[in-house]
Structure formats: C-alpha cells, structure tokens
C-alpha cells in the first residue's frame, strides 16, 4: 500500500468514491482511498437510489443535479453502468398551505435553469395512474430526476477515479488518525499513511474514528426500512414507468422497482441504532425488521395508492442511516490543524453524494468552494453538542418527514 500521498479518503461508500472521483477531475491524482472492507459496504449498498430534487432546501437542489450530472459523467468515463432511470417525481400537495409552499419554490428552480410545475390532480392521474388524487392539492413535478443503482454508481465512480490514476484501497480498516506535527498520520493493518489532507467519508464511523482527536462530531444512525412489492398488474400493463411520489401525510418515498414498488418509511418515533458504538463485528448486514411500526403509514400508503395492497410484500429492508441534527451533511474542514474535512452525515447520500464531492473538492483544491451553501458546513454544530441534544434534534428531523416547515 502506498505510504506517503498527498490526500487519503477514508471510507468507500457512495460519497468517497465521488469525492475521490472529483479531486481526480479536478488534477489532483495522488490520492488514496481506504475502505475497511469492499466498496458500497456502509449504507449505500441497500438504498433505494433516489435521486429526486425537491425538499424543504432549494438551496439543495444544486447538489442533487450536480449528483445526477456526476454519476453520468463517471458512468461515461468508466463505461460502468448506473443504470440511470428518468422517471421525474410528484411531491403531493396534501394540504392547501402545502401547494401554496410549493409555488414559492418556482422562482428558486427557475434559477437553477432545473423544471419544475405545480400541477393540478388531472395530471397527477395522467402521469401516475395508480395515485388516489382525493383530497390532494395538485403536486410538484419535477420532470428530469429519477433514480440510479447506488452500487453501480459508486463503482463507475472509483473506476473513472482509478482511470485518472487514483488508487483504491479495500479490506483495509482505518485504525487510528493523528497529527504528527507536520502530516496526518493513519495507522491501518496494512501499514502506516501519511497525507497532507484527510477526508473522512465514513459515515456514522467517521464521529468513533475522530472522537479520540477531541472532536464531537454529532453523527447518529437511525433505523430505516424500505418495503418492495411484487410485480403489481397496472404497472406490467404499462409501456414505461410512473414517477417516484412522495407524501407528507403518508411520510413515504415511493418508487417503481421493477414491476412491483419500493416505498421507503420515515417512521413518527425513530429508532436508534447502536448509540453506545458501532459493534465491532458490524460488517453491512441488514437490521431485523419490525413491521409493527410501519403499520399506520402502511394504512395511509394503502388509501393513497391502493395498488400497493392489491399485491404481497417480498422484501422489507432495515439498514442503519446516517443523521446530523439538522439533517444536512457535513462537509468543509474541521478541528484545528489544517487539512482534516469532513464529507459525512448524508441521509440521502445517493441524492446529494456526487454534487456534494464537487463542492468539497473545489474547496480542497481552489480554496473555496464552488458555490456557497453555508448550512452545510462541517463546524456549524461546535463541538459542545451533547448526545442528548442531538439525538433530539434527529429525532424532530426524521418526524417531519417530507412536511415543509411553516417558516420557508
Ligand atoms: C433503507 C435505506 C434506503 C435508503 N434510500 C436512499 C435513497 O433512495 N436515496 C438516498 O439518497 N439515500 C438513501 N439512503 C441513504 C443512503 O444509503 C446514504 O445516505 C448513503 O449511502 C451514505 O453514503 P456514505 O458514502 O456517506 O456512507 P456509507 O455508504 O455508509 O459509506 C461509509 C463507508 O465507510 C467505510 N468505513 C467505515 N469505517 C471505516 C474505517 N475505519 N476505515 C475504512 N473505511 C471505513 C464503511 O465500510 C463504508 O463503506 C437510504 C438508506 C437506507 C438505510
């Protein structure tokens, strides 16, 4: 393994893969990543692969396209597929107060030069037929997002990283970092790193691995399980597939998956997952489900989408997710001595993991990033954050679902 490089990435899930990726595009090609044991190991291996733009952050969008836009550009360059699926998504309005949040919103995509249109419920029906528009409001459609297959995305990116001359370094758990007066020192089984820059894109490991430095990084995992139907008869009748939709009543994302759906929960009462420490044996199994807590919004997702209970449940999914208190990533620098940063915290790291790495590589490599978007810098939590405080603040954030706040 190579023992002096100028940048080490720690952690090969869907947004170091992408971070390697950009610091490659932008020039910079003496880097190394390390992931403890294959690519995709963390939480990206089981997502559901959403991509879709719209949420209570415009200022977000910029990093969803830039997502979408990067898995292309890496699909090209590698020639590995991410299996890119256009579908466009409908947030339901399902209330009044709703549609009225959503037109402010039109002005901001406008900027963006990204579609979007409140549509009315006729159109809803045309474009997904098998949604029950009684009571809604019409919904916000944007036309040009979808989904991509997190594996193959995180794979076309390491590839075209590779390609540039970047190195990938697997089975290889990160032990220890430290600053040795002049570089950061990373012990490995594999032999000791030293780097000038250190991007820490673990996820929930990255709080445990910085925790000895003296850095409280407030990174918590939730529980999060995703439901998959078998194949449902009005979706094999069709010619092409309906758009994702999303719900604030139901508190639901839902995609076609195959000819069946994938509906992933945001649940009223999270549950955490382990608080007192990653098991040491964890390696990227699955979590027990528990389907007893996703009754009520089964119930909602029935009456909204009736075709969803025509038909059996084959899959249900529980996988540890990634949580900050505001829900937002982290990235920038952090700690005192130069060149630490932190590319974690994603809870929809398939959606905002590749516009994310761009931001942060032009911020290694120029200086600053390529655009401002400070509610996402890395040290906006200070290093006071109890567990408690945080773990409330998650807590409110995964409540609120897909709800817009009040104060846009
Ligand atoms: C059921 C479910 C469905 C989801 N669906 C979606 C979705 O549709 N869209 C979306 O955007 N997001 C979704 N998510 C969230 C998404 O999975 C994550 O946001 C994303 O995968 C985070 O990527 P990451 O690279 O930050 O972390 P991870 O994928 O967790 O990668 C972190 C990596 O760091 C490695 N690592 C840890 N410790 C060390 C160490 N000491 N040394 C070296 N390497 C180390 C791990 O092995 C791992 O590979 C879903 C999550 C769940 C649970």
């Known amino acids: 393994m190579k023992t002096d490089v100028q940048v080490v990435v720690v952690g090969g899930g869907i947004v170091g893969a992408a971070v390697l990726y950009w610091l490659a595009k932008l020039g910079w090609t003496d880097t190394l990543l390390i992931e403890r044991r294959e690519l995709t ?226 649940e009223t009462d999270p549950v955490f997952w382990a608080l007192d420490g990653i098991p040491k044996d964890f390696r990227e199994e699955l979590l027990p489900p528990n389907t007893d807590r996703l009754m009520t919004h089964l119930e909602k997702l029935i009456h909204r989408l009736p075709a969803f209970g025509e038909v059996g449940i084959k899959t249900i999914n529980n996988g540890p997710m990634c949580w900050t208190p505001d829900g937002l990533p982290l990235l920038g620098p952090i700690g005192e001595n130069e060149g630490l940063w932190l590319a974690s915290g994603f809870n929809v790291g398939i959606g905002t993991g590749g516009g994310s790495a761009e931001f942060l590589a032009h911020w290694i490599v120029n200086g600053k990033p390529n655009f401002e978007l400070p509610i996402v810098h890395a040290d906006r939590f200070g290093n006071d954050i109890t567990q408690h405080d945080a773990i409330e603040s998650i807590k409110a954030c995964y409540r609120q679902g897909f709800r817009l706040p009040e104060q846009l």
């Open 41 to 266: 190991s963390g939480s990206t291996w089981h997502a559901a692969g959403n991509t879709t733009y719209f949420g209570p952050y415009a200022e977000m969008t910029r990093l969803f396209a830039g997502s979408i836009r990067t898995y292309l550009q890496a699909e090209q360059e590698s020639g590995h597929s991410i299996n890119f699926h256009q579908t466009g998504s409908l947030r339901v309005a399902t209330t009044a107060r709703e549609r009225e949040l959503f037109h402010r919103f039109e002005s901001k995509y406008r900027t963006l030069d990204i579609p979007y249109h409140v549509v009315e419920n006729d159109v809803i029906e045309k474009l997904h037929p098998c949604i029950n528009t009684e009571g809604l409001f019409g919904a916000a459609h944007t036309p040009t997002d979808g989904h991509v297959d997190p594996s193959g995305a995180t794979h076309a990116l390491a590839k075209a990283a590779r390609n540039y001359g970047a190195v990938v370094q697997r089975q290889c758990p990160v032990e220890s970092i430290n600053w040795d007066g002049q570089r950061w020192l990373l012990q490995t089984p594999s032999g000791d790193v030293r780097c000038v820059h250190v991007i820490m894109a673990a996820s929930f490991w990255t709080r445990e691995l910085l925790l000895p430095l003296g850095l409280n990084i407030p990174l918590y995992a939730t529980e999060h399980h995703e439901m998959i139907t078998e194949s449902v008869p009005a979706l094999v009748e069709r010619q092409s597939e309906v758009p994702a939709y999303r719900d604030s009543y139901v508190s639901c994302a839902v995609r076609q998956e195959a000819q069946g759906f994938l509906a992933g929960i945001y």
